[in-house]
């Protein structure tokens, strides 16, 4: 019996097909390139020899120069005669060797080009369907997975061990042991891990925002109760009560707005105007706001040349504020607080604060921005604040795609620089804003 041959697979036929097309379509735009080519270089030669002999035979080339070619009998002996415009002859010179050269060399060059066409339409079609080669093992993959055998049982256990996952329980993830939904198990795990964290920090920002608010409820509270007792008729009680409860309420609407920023800034929903600013500028209203506010410390201001952020001037404010006031806590009365604007070390736009305060050590500095993260030597202070004003700073400057700089020795002070990126390097990211091209 003689064996039945094997037929081709429909897809592999197929890409032959649209592969000879690709080919075919290729030869032609070829074939008339070539035809385009040979004739420019036809006419480009023929320029050449007019103008070169009138230049050389005549001393100059003018267009009413009357130019013929003439032959008896053999079109390789031809003979290029040019009169001028009375018809007087210039000059006459035999045009066959130039023939002869011009057929040889052409001769040649047209060769080459049959010998490339021939080659692309033998070679072209396997170079083409090499390079669709991807796209054929995609559809044959496709193919295997459409035709491959559908087992409910596998897709029911799976459906299973999502139903019965446990929220404490989500850190061991899905194992169902099958080569078939490795895939899939893999992907779930990695989603239920970016949930897992997702879900750790929003429980420990509730708890830190819950433990917060609690300090100046229950001092609120203490105070009222305070006034309820013994304060209705000593004076002092009274206004000890009041300023108590004004300066805790004070703290608990800084807190809450500081939690709603953060809130915003989290879900997208806090909007910022994009434009070119002037970072002196910026800077210079914050310092000036400084002196007025602050009479404990004394402020210096260091500007340089024109330097350009592309950015939210409020929010660039904020963020300086944050830092100044941050500066402002930590440096004893009439101690020095440096604000600078400038160009960093590669060129791009930046502003600094420099203190001599009490400085950092390594670890507060790697914990910097963490939320409701207060240094050991401040944590019980009046100083310490709520915790939040560094981590809406770095929310400002990461939305500016910048980045914080900083040196901090313990009892010598911090220097906190903050750099942006150049308009250009800001243009080829374009994360922000459609528009950032005009900056």
Known sequence: MKEKTKKKPFDTVRVTSIARKINLNHMGRMFLGYIAMDLFLFILLAAVFVVGMDLQMAGNFSFSYTREFSYKVDFWKAVYTVSDSSGQLLYQIPAGVWLSLLRIAGGIYIAVQIFDLVMMAFSGTTQVRRELRPLNQIAA???QLSEMAFDETKYHSLEDAITNLKVDAMEQGIHMHDKDLQGIETALNGL???????????????????????????????????????????????????EAIKNES?????????????????????????????????????????????????YRFEESATVEVYGDSDMLKQSARILIDNAAKYTKQGEEILIRVGAWKDGSPFYGIQ???????????????????????????????TGLGLSIAKWIVDKHQGYYDIVSREGLGTRFSVVFPRCDIFNSANVLEKDAKDC
């Open 355 to 385: 203190d001599n305060g009490i400085g950092m050590s390594q670890e507060d500095v790697t914990h910097a921005f963490d939320r409701f993260y207060r240094a050991d030597s401040v944590r019980n202070s009046k100083t310490g604040g």
């Open 250 to 298: 004070n703290h608990m609407q800084k807190l809450v707005e500081q939690l709603l920023f953060l809130a915003r800034g989290d879900s997208n929903r806090q909007n910022l105007d994009m434009k070119n600013q002037e970072l002196n500028s910026i800077l210079r209203e914050v310092y000036e706001e400084s002196l007025m506010i602050d009479e404990k410390h004394r």
């Open 141 to 143: 993959r496709a193919q």
């Open 192 to 242: 239920l891990e970016r949930i897992r964290v997702s879900y750790r920090q929003q429980t420990q920002f509730v708890s830190d925002a819950s433990h917060e608010l609690r300090t100046p409820i229950a001092v609120i509270q203490g105070y009222v109760n305070m006034l309820d007792r013994w304060g209705k008729k000593d004076t002092a009680i009274l206004e000890e009560s009041i």
